[in-house]
């Protein structure tokens, strides 16, 4: 795998080190064996740039981040599921993400995971014999190919049904022309009324001094942080979308766990993670 397709095994260790809390968000039992020691050591890295031995932490708390953001597509994903009518789930892309596996789906449901054919094969020998508990349907493809559609399509993906989407941790590590041609891509085959979320950083997190200790890690690795949005809503206003951005430590993105402050959009240079989530119109 890449560098960035790297950064999937650090979610996965993420995941294992909040699975093993007392008061964890979500329980991810395979996510210990997704991450192995790549993973492993990848989190040491970002814990020492998020939890300096002789300085005050300036960066978000990557781990709490993580949790919180887990939690809040677990439950929006399977709010979706439950609505009259949905029936088509597609993670593009999925990384290491063991929902499929971990998680209670509807019978109806259909579920897609779109990567690059290393990471899915990884995936696969990682989890081998582990039964999905949904019609659980793999898209081994590039997202910057010309033709990732038809790949999906062909897995069974009809694009006149309501769907949902998730850009989970894609979206900052890609140049801004890429993100919209993404998001006009994935509009062009959702009808009416699918879903869609995704997490996008502000444009003063890539930027603020308080922020280069995290940064450098990423750029160290080789998959820097590319594109934030002052303006996430109006960015998928654009491509047919109306969305609300939910920011962690808003009432409905905290879980008791996020001890930051949470100012007003209004104030300028303060780093920022948005939770985006909504329709196509």
């Known amino acids: 795998m890449n560098a960035v397709e790297r950064t999937a095994l650090l979610t996965a260790a993420l995941r294992a080190a909040e699975t093993g809390r007392s008061d964890r968000l979500y329980e991810d039992p395979y996510a210990a064996l997704l991450a192995g020691d790549i993973g492993t050591d990848l989190l ?5 740039a998020t939890f300096p031995a002789a300085a005050p932490r300036t960066v978000p708390s990557t781990p709490d981040y993580n949790a919180i953001r887990t939690r809040f597509f677990d439950d929006y994903l399977q709010q979706a599921a439950r ?9 593009a892309p999925a990384g290491m993400d063991s929902r499929a596996y971990r ?4 019978a109806h449901i259909r ?3 779109v990567d690059r054919p290393s990471v899915l094969a990884y995936k696969a020998d990682r989890l081998a014999g582990v039964a999905a508990r949904t019609d659980h349907r793999t898209v081994p493809v590039d997202l910057t190919s010309p033709d990732w559609e038809q790949d999906l399509v062909a897995a069974g993906y009809d694009p006149a049904a309501p769907s949902t989407w998730l850009l989970e941790g894609l979206l900052y590590y890609i140049p801004e022309p890429d993100t919209h041609r993404i998001l006009e891509r994935v509009a062009a ?10 997490d996008i950083v502000n444009a003063d997190a890539l930027t ?9 890690v990423f750029a160290g690795w080789n998959c820097p942080w590319l594109f934030g949005s002052d303006e996430p809503e109006a960015l998928f206003d654009r491509y047919g979308y109306t969305v609300h951005a939910a920011q962690p430590g808003d009432p409905e993105a905290d879980f008791g766990r996020w001890s930051d402050p949470v100012p007003p959009r209004s104030v300028p240079g303060r780093r920022r993670v948005f ?7």
Do not use: K, Y
């Open 208 to 216: 603020l001094p308080q922020m280069r200790p995290l940064l450098d």
């Open 111 to 113: 579920w897609f995971e």
């Open 44 to 48: 040491a890295e970002v814990r020492a």
């Open 189 to 198: 085959i959702s009808a009416p009324g699918s879903r869609i979320a995704a």
């Open 103 to 106: 998680l209670d789906w509807p």
């Open 275 to 281: 939770f985006v989530h909504g329709r196509r119109r």
């Open 83 to 91: 609505e009259p009518g949905m029936t088509q789930i597609v993670l």
